[in-house]
């Protein structure tokens, strides 16, 4: 039985594993939201990311990617021939609108769902034919996700929603616990370490979910419309949040976005129409977040659904 505040350990269904590298093992405490000025420090315009990463190669190599769902006169093509590169540490945004085919790339990048045609090297591995299980163990041990909806779940507190994907990769309970108390100081919220997300603010539960997402070290943060669902505010200290992640651990970061004011803080966007790849550029004028304490649940913030 999982615990409020600490799920047991248990294998997950689908044979999903979270890997042990120590991403956020030495974090210090960090009580507020990122500040603007450990923001402002980033290398300014013109794409610069200021991260510490050594090792700039391909993390991601996709070459004539197609995705149909369907078969026959009613087959829709959601990708029709995606040719990308992500090198380790960039930051960049998937921009178009509805129907374009960023959220089925993002799907297929983050191996949950598998191409029709074309290849996918992840790393040095081959994934264009992972499925099932295999993919489910490669995808929570390299991969993690922030979404718009958040989905964290109500009978866990804060600490336990972030031990959960690390208890279905069977982290020892000790460890696991260390990297969520770490994950939270990292996001500004160790106080809300017992709180539910019913007492939670919006920005307050999204910051969680990326604590969630970053606890137990992957490679790639894939986030789907990350400030959708909330004011101006809280999606200011959450793109700030996000940046500092980038900035600090040299984090690979995909954002989904059809704000063109969100994509403005990658270091790069790729615009997306028709299941196609229509520009990709990197950003010149930079945006960098100025984070702001997020306000009580009720006042100025959507509570999570």
Do not use: C, W
């Given at each position: 039985?999982?615990?409020a505040?600490g799920p047991g350990?248990?294998p ?6 979270v890997?042990s ?8 405490a ?10 402002s420090?980033a ?15 391909l993390l991601?190599?996709?070459?004539g990617?197609?995705k149909?769902y369907?078969r ?6 959601a ?11 960039e930051?960049?945004?998937?921009v178009?609108?509805?129907?374009s ?7 297929v990048?983050g ?6 045609g074309?290849t996918?090297?992840l790393?040095?591995?081959d994934?264009?034919?992972l499925?099932g ?9 390299r991969v993690?996700?922030?979404f718009q ?5 109500p009978?866990?507190t804060?600490?336990?929603?972030i031990?959960?994907p ?10 696991r616990?260390?990297r969520?108390?770490e ?6 919220l ?8 019913g007492?939670m603010?919006g920005?307050q539960?999204q ?7 970053v606890?137990?070290g992957p490679e790639?943060?894939?986030?789907d ?6 004011d ?7 793109l ?7 900035r ?5 970061i995909?954002?989904?976005t059809h704000?063109?004011?969100?994509a403005?803080?990658a270091?790069?966007i ?5 299941g196609r ?6 950003v010149r004028?930079r945006?960098?977040?100025?984070a ?7 006042q100025?913030?959507r509570a999570?659904?």
């Open positions: 039985m999982v615990e505040d350990d248990r997950a269904p689908d044979g999903s594993s890997s590298v120590p991403f956020l093992s030495s974090v210090s960090t009580p507020a939201a990122p500040s603007a000025a450990a923001l420090t290398s300014g315009s013109g794409g610069g990311s200021g991260v510490p990463v050594a090792d700039r190669s991601v190599q996709m070459r990617i197609t149909s369907g026959g006169a009613a087959a829709v093509q990708l029709a021939g995606i040719d990308l590169e992500i090198r380790r540490g930051m960049l945004a998937l178009g609108p509805s129907g085919g960023k959220s089925t790339l993002m799907h990048l191996l949950l769902d598998r191409a029709t074309g996918y090297r790393g040095d591995r994934v264009t034919r499925g299980p295999a993919a489910a163990r490669l995808r929570g041990s993690a996700f922030v909806g958040i989905h964290l779940l009978s866990l804060a600490l336990g929603n031990e959960l690390m208890a279905y990769g069977r982290q020892p309970k000790g460890e616990r260390r969520a108390r994950a939270l100081e990292r996001v500004g160790p106080h809300l370490a017992h709180r539910y997300p007492a603010s920005g539960a910051r969680v979910a990326v604590a969630r997402a606890a137990a790639i943060l894939l986030a419309e990350p400030t959708g669902a909330l101006r505010r809280s999606g200011r200290t959450v700030a949040l996000v940046q500092e992640l980038h600090t651990f040299g984090l690979t995909v954002i989904v704000d063109p004011n969100v403005a803080h270091e790069r790729i615009q997306m129409e028709d790849i229509t520009s990709d550029t990197p004028d945006l960098f977040a100025e702001e304490d997020a306000a009580p649940a009720g100025g913030e999570p659904a």
